[in-house]
């Protein structure tokens, strides 16, 4: 089963490298998508943040069922074009459930 796990990235934070890392041993494939949002100020552009990502892999093992896209738009919509059956969401607190409870109904 392919996974997508979408965001910013800007820059990539060990939390985010655990969540690669777990859905790596869960999923067949696991794609990090960078989302491109011209609404957010970013400290980095797409491409570095890419960057960040890969490099930062190698500190995970660098999982060999896990790819960096870049992407914008809809995250469903680009799920659905890579074939992903599942979004893989972090949440850090109360707050971030009550939204992603929101965005899921």
Not at 16 to 24: K, Q
Not at 55 to 83: C, H, W, Y
């Amino acid at each position: 089963m392919k996974a997508c796990y979408p965001g910013t990235f800007d820059p990539i934070t060990n939390g985010h490298l655990d969540i690669i890392e777990r859905a790596s041993r869960l999923f067949d494939e696991v794609v990090v998508l960078i989302m491109v949002n011209p609404r957010k100020t970013c400290l980095f552009n797409s491409e570095e943040r890419k960057q960040m990502v890969i490099d930062s892999l190698k500190s995970i093992g660098n999982p060999q069922n896990v790819t960096v896209m870049i992407g914008s738009g809809l995250t469903v919509e680009f799920a659905r074009k890579i074939g992903a059956a599942v979004i893989i969401r972090g949440i850090r607190a109360v707050s971030d459930y009550e939204y992603e409870l929101g965005q899921a109904t």
